[in-house]
């Protein structure tokens, strides 16, 4: 069975602050991993997916396959990166972790 | 930016009521969802419809639930008599494909309260 973990539900940084969202995830295959997040009484949107290897209003993320991991990172964080940032894997249906509440203080 | 729509964005029933929530994908979509997001807990995968048809669904997507795509645009889902464990935030979503790289677009939500 495929599982997401997304180990903090908040975490807190100063503004300028390097910023790590951590995701676990469990999967047989080879897996498809995305980051979605959610602005406040926002629509959930795809921030980034491992496939394209790209970078997304500073973030990233890189798959670790031997840590089976997939942590998103950004070296500076804004105070408009708060939101809620939800880590999910799959194609066909998605599976997602619990999520984790970003709040980037000034 | 084409966007998936949701209706109602709050609907409040009573328990054993017949519920409609309904979504308008992203026109060239061919593939669309159903997850649910009770608060607090994780958004979970209910069901994906595609030519017509359910292509997979979850253990949670039992008998009472539904969806139909009544005509060209509109992809409903019925809950057909409500419990309060239904109460949830409901998210509607769509994608051209299902081949890896796909984005599934998402709809903001109908929040459903059972009482």
């Known amino acids: 069975a495929q599982r997401v973990t997304q180990p903090e539900k908040l975490l807190s940084v100063f503004k300028g602050a390097p910023v790590e969202l951590k995701c676990n995830y469990s999967?047989?295959?080879?897996?498809?991993l995305f980051w979605y997040v959610q602005y406040s009484r926002q629509r959930l949107q795809l921030l980034l997916r491992h496939i394209s290897r790209e970078s997304i209003k500073g973030f990233t993320a890189d798959l670790n396959k031997g840590e089976t991991s997939f942590h998103l990172k950004k070296p500076f964080a804004q105070e408009e990166d708060s939101a809620m940032y939800y880590c999910?894997?799959?194609?066909?249906?998605?599976?997602f972790g619990s999520g984790t509440q970003l709040t980037v203080l000034p | 930016e084409p966007e998936v729509t949701q209706t109602p964005s709050h609907q409040v029933t009573q328990m054993g009521q017949e519920v409609i929530l309904r979504c308008v994908p992203i026109s060239n979509h061919l593939y669309f969802y159903w997850y649910r997001q009770i608060l607090g807990q994780k958004v979970e995968f209910l069901v994906s419809?595609?030519?017509?048809?359910?292509?997979?669904k979850s253990e949670i997507f039992d008998d009472q639930f539904s969806v139909e795509r009544p005509d060209g645009s509109n992809f409903t889902l019925k809950i057909r008599s409500t419990k309060l464990e239904d109460s949830a935030m409901y998210f509607c979503?769509?994608?051209?494909?299902?081949?890896?790289?796909?984005?599934?677009?998402f709809g903001e939500g109908s929040w459903l309260t059972v009482v």
């Open positions: 979503a769509s994608s051209f494909n299902r081949d890896r790289g796909n984005t599934i677009y």
């Open positions: 999910a894997l799959g194609t066909r249906q998605l599976t």
């Open positions: 999967y047989s295959g080879s897996p498809e």
């Open positions: 419809f595609y030519n017509n048809e359910i292509s997979e």
